[in-house]
């Protein structure tokens, strides 16, 4: 696809800048980039040291957003999260001391580590814009985006997020390893001063802002809307899942579209912003049958296979 | 490609190809019948100039059909443009018998250079791709230098002036084709000059040596002779191996009669008639043992609807004058007329030419082309003969007259001779002695056959053999022999050819009869001279009557009428039928194409359906090469707001058809990379996007078809394979 298309000069900056930390991996940060702009979420599901944080903090630095990390432990507390309100003696008042949620780019790192209760806080707040301490509703910040992180889910001593929890997340995605070459040169920048340290930032906030915005306006044809219920029914009816996606699956799916049409400076999405993201943004809202597990089946195969056999739309 | 078709060097490759297809035409106006040779050089001009201006196809295509109609317009049917397209069509239809059935003889003029026109095209096309394509031209070279090298040899064609020219164009053009052949597997280095020139001496020098030797005459005298002796036996050997079965209806060549035929019923012609009476073609008078030859005079009379150069009678000949319409199914180049014609009546400027000998009789126009009528009006007189004055004639006089009708070749049996004086004994007058001549057969127990038909062998007289070995044969036989018999016994006799009076259809209301007259009617029979009265018609065949009229002495002032005997198989056929015949006299063309559809029998339908049915499973097998030109043609000429949408879906179409098919899960963009990884572009994925833009967005852009058509007609035209 990259044969016919550039990216949006100004998001051309960002991954650009983006990539001088991390090699390769194109599309994990285009997929970043994508819920960025969508207003969502990123669920990576990957084992520690792969570039996680590097990607995230990477991304903040771009944008040039307030950046917070959350380490998710099993005693994590939910007010330790979203801060606590402690009185102050001096003014003879409580006084809210903000957790580290109150940040533009939040990296939730091992979400599945802590207990449902310290999960929820965080997933609530994904959902709701805002937190509500000690009875006062508090906004979060504006962009607010959580990239989250999860050990593969066989890995011991952890909470696996419940389904409904997942559906909050627009894109789940891995990092992967690097290939060899690519290793290499990881090796050579990690010899120098940390890159990331050098990093300017190339939007403003503000900007970004406005980005979100415009997104919002990239038209979605009715065709292209019948294409993504298509697809998305047919997660419903498909013999090896045990529960379809939602109806928020679509919206995500479209949102994410837009984005990604806007990324590649279109007003208009076409079927293959849908195809490419479809498995990004649908396979961690489907659940499999067991007896389709057992068959070694995962969800992105059946993802792929669903769109690869609804037809996509030619013509008005 | 060293060299593309539309370059200087092209255009003068294209000069070579029309003078190398020019020297096969230039022949045939000595050598063949064929005139107005001019025209088909330059339907082969117009072949190959439209093949350098590289025209689309469909316009090539449109050029010379356009060119064949008008040219066989011109040559032919004399008309406007709707009526000789009509006309063609018409010719063809009425050809589907005719090639069906092998009558090759009966190929009418028109349709006869319809096809050359066709057979030229396809040479030329040969041509093209010998010469661009292959880039060889040493086979036809090789033809064309023994066509010349035969049609000298044998035929009255001078090729001195094509021979000399052959070697030199021709060996330039040998040479050139190699050298561009090496260049292209880039072994020659680019030296032109030196290759010119080299090619340009060599030939030059031989063509001077040819011309200053000493040109001895040929130590092998007369090749022809040789060769036309060893075809002949070769001929006749296979001739006796094989009994030939032929088709009943009508053929010049009587050389070799005999063998069984087996009946066709198709329609020849309809005549609207108020008398039954034979329709005469022409006579034949040299008799050869095995069959009939035409006396070699060519002595030729013309007329102009009224027949005054021929006279049928002399006085002794009671004569009414009649008329009759004649609607011709088949194209036959010589008119069908009954004795005594005084007349013909027909639209358009037509000169008769009657040749004398065999009385045969062509319709032709004023420059001595033939063309075949379709409908004609015929005044005649029709005779009844006194038996008296008959018996009276004397003996005849004229001697070269006597020469002509009572030749027999040499070494005709002597039985045969016998029996004629046999038959004859006891007889006095001519006509009693006919008369016994042709009950002879009647009485003697002869039988009408037409499938077991001997052939005579090589040392069998046809006669001989009927008379006294096989006894049984149809009209042939019986009519053969009684010339043979009567010749025999010194009568002067001659063996017509033509047609019974047909099978009556209806009798209209002004009481004349419709009668229908197929190939199962082609007959022949006998003429008998007698003086002061002329050629009168016997009919010695077993089944048939003779259908003029002799009279008693006693009833000279009032003729009986023979009481005419009719077929036996005769049906009434439904009055419907009839009524589509019943315009006759002028019928439109679209009459004409309706009637001769009618005059098909099942066969030929079932013949028509399967070559129908197998041009359509050619037209699809070749689908991809004409598909996508009509296409083109298609959208060049649409208006329409959609014209983007639906020329790229007609275009998905194409390349799905080509092979190149889209998966149901495939976007339009991965699918447009698959089709420019497979043609080697971009233009599948440029017009693509554009597509995108006019599906997905939400403005309704209106894309300028012109802008995106280039791109397009490239695709569609890359479908072509």
């Known amino acids: 696809m990259e044969r016919y298309e550039t990216l949006q000069p100004i998001i051309a900056r960002v991954i650009e800048n983006i990539e001088k930390v991390i090699i390769g991996k194109r599309d994990v940060t285009t997929l970043s980039f994508v819920a960025l702009l969508a207003g969502g979420h990123v669920l ?23 950046f917070k990390r959350i380490q998710f432990t099993p005693d994590l507390l939910p007010s330790d999260v979203t801060g606590v309100s402690i009185y102050n003696q001096k003014e003879m008042q409580f006084e809210y001391k903000p957790g580290p949620i109150m940040g533009n780019i939040i990296l939730a790192d091992e979400i599945n580590r802590t207990s449902p209760k310290t999960q929820s806080a965080l997933l609530e707040a994904m959902e709701e814009g805002n937190i509500t301490v000690d009875g006062v509703t508090r906004p979060l910040p504006r962009p607010f985006f959580v990239m989250a992180t999860q050990n593969p889910i066989e890995y011991e001593g952890t909470y696996p997020l419940p389904e409904a929890q997942l ?35 190339v939007i403003t906030v503000e900007e970004l802002l406005s980005l979100q915005q415009k997104v919002k306006d990239v038209y979605v044809d009715e065709s292209i809307k019948r294409y993504i219920v298509e697809i998305v029914q047919r997660s419903r009816s498909n013999e090896s899942v045990y529960l379809g996606v939602s109806p928020r699956g679509s919206v995500a799916l479209m949102k994410a579209a837009q984005a990604y049409a806007f990324m590649h400076g279109r007003t208009f999405v076409i079927p293959d912003d849908v195809q490419f993201l479809a498995p990004y943004v ?11 597990k057992f068959d070694g089946l995962v969800a992105e195969d059946i993802i792929a296979k669903i769109v690869a056999r609804t037809p996509v739309p030619i013509q008005r | 490609m060293v060299y593309t078709e539309r370059s200087i060097k092209g255009l003068v490759l294209y000069g070579f190809a029309f003078w190398l297809l020019a020297e096969w035409l230039m022949p045939l106006e000595t050598v063949s019948d064929t005139r107005n040779i001019g025209i088909f050089i330059l339907f082969v001009a117009l072949c ?12 090539r295509v449109l050029f010379k059909a356009g060119y064949i109609v008008y040219a066989l317009n011109v040559l032919f049917f004399h008309g406007p443009w709707s009526e000789a397209i009509l006309s063609l069509l018409f010719e063809m239809i009425s050809h589907i018998s005719v090639i069906s ?121 007369d090749p022809v002779a040789f060769v036309k002796s060893y075809a002949t036996h070769h001929e006749q050997e296979q001739e006796r191996q094989k009994a030939l079965v032929k088709k009943v209806g009508y053929g010049y060549n009587d050389s070799r009669l005999g063998g069984p035929f087996i009946a066709d019923d198709t329609v020849v012609f309809m005549a609207e008639d108020e008398k039954r009476h034979y329709w005469r073609v022409e006579t034949k008078d040299i008799y050869t043992g095995k069959g009939w030859k035409e006396t070699d005079s060519v002595q030729v009379k013309t007329f102009e609807k009224e027949n005054n150069v021929h006279q049928w009678f002399e006085g002794n000949a009671k004569k009414e004058v009649f008329t009759a319409k004649v609607n011709m199914f088949q194209g036959y ?25 065999t009385e045969r009789i062509y319709p032709t126009d004023r420059s001595a082309y033939i063309v075949p ?130 099978q009556l259809m209806e009798e209209t209301k002004e009481g004349k009869n419709i009668y229908q007259i197929t190939n199962n009617n082609a007959h022949s029979w006998v003429e008998v001279y007698f003086a002061g009265t002329g050629w009168v018609p016997f009919e010695p065949t077993q089944g048939f009557s003779n259908p003029y009229s002799f009279t008693e002495p006693q009833s000279v002032s009032e003729p009986t009428p023979v009481p005419q005997r009719t077929q036996p198989e005769q049906k009434r056929t439904p009055l419907n039928d009839v009524l589509k015949h019943e315009n006759i006299s002028s019928p439109s063309v679209k009459d004409k194409l309706t009637a001769s559809f009618a005059a098909l029998s099942w066969k030929e339908i079932v013949m028509g359906m399967l070559i129908l049915l197998g041009v359509v499973l050619l037209l699809y097998k070749t689908r991809r090469k004409w598909w996508p030109y009509i296409t083109l043609l298609l959208f060049t000429y649409k208006q329409d707001d959609q014209m983007f949408t639906k020329a790229y879906l007609s275009l998905l179409r194409h390349l799905d058809d080509y092979g190149l098919k889209r998966k149901n899960g495939q976007t339009l963009r991965q699918y447009a990379a698959y089709v420019d990884d497979w043609f080697g572009t971009n233009e599948m994925s440029r017009l693509t996007l554009l597509y995108e833009k006019m599906v997905y967005q939400k403005e309704n852009v209106h894309t300028e078809w012109t802008q995106v058509k280039e791109l397009w007609e490239n695709l569609i035209k890359k479908t072509v394979s």
């Not at chain 2, 100039?49 to 689309?56: E, I, M, N, S």
């Not at chain 2, 005084?342 to 030419?353: E, L, Q, Y």
Request: proline share 5%; with cysteine.
């Open chain 2, 101 to 221: 059935q092998f009558r090759w003889t009966e190929l009418t003029n028109p349709f006869r250079s319809f096809l050359f026109f066709l057979l030229l095209w396809i040479t030329a096309y040969l041509i093209r791709y010998w010469l661009f394509a292959q880039k060889r031209l040493f086979l036809f070279y090789a033809m064309t230098v023994t066509y010349i090298a035969v049609l000298d040899t044998f035929t009255a064609f001078q090729g001195n002036g094509a021979i000399v020219r052959l070697v030199v164009f021709g060996f330039f053009l040998l040479s050139w084709l190699h050298d561009e052949r090496l260049r292209e597997k880039e072994i020659a280095v680019n030296r032109t000059r030196t290759w010119a020139a080299a090619c340009i001496g060599l030939i030059g020098l031989s063509v001077a040596m040819g011309y200053m030797a000493p040109k001895h005459p040929p130590k092998w005298p």
């Open chain 1, 44 to 66: 990576l599901e990957d084992v520690p040291g792969v570039g996680k944080t590097m990607l995230v903090r990477a991304l903040a630095k771009s944008v040039n957003a307030h």
């Open chain 1, 167 to 201: 559906d909050r997340f627009l894109l789940k995605m891995k990092i992967g390893y690097p290939t060899f070459l690519e290793e290499i040169e990881v090796l050579s920048r990690a010899e120098k001063v940390p890159p990331i340290d050098e990093l300017q930032s």
């Open chain 2, 48 to 59: 190959f100039l439209l093949y350098f201006l590289r025209v689309p196809f469909w316009i």
């Open chain 2, 373 to 502: 009528l379709r409908t004609y009006e015929l005044t005649y007189e029709y005779p009844t003969f006194a038996i008296d004055k008959l018996n009276a004639a004397p003996t005849v006089q004229d001697e070269q007259l006597v020469k002509r009708y009572t030749q027999l070749p040499a070494n005709l049996p002597k039985r045969v001779r016998e029996l004629a004086q046999q038959i004859t004994k006891g007889k006095t007058t001519q006509y009693e002695k006919t008369k016994a001549i042709e009950q002879y057969f009647h009485l003697n127990g002869y039988l009408y056959e037409t499938k077991d038909v001997a052939v005579p062998g090589e040392n069998d007289d046809y006669v001989d053999q009927f008379l006294f070995e096989t006894k049984k044969g149809y009209c042939d036989n019986f009519s053969t022999a009684m010339v043979v018999l009567l010749r025999s016994v010194g009568i002067p006799a001659r063996w017509v050819k033509g047609y019974t009076s047909g």
């Open chain 2, 333 to 357: 180049s010589h008119l069908i007329y009954p004795l005594g014609l005084k007349a013909v009546n027909v639209s358009g400027d037509i000169v008769f030419r009657l040749q004398v000998g």
């Open chain 1, 282 to 292: 649908l396979s961690h809202r489907i659940i499999l049958k067991p007896e389709a």
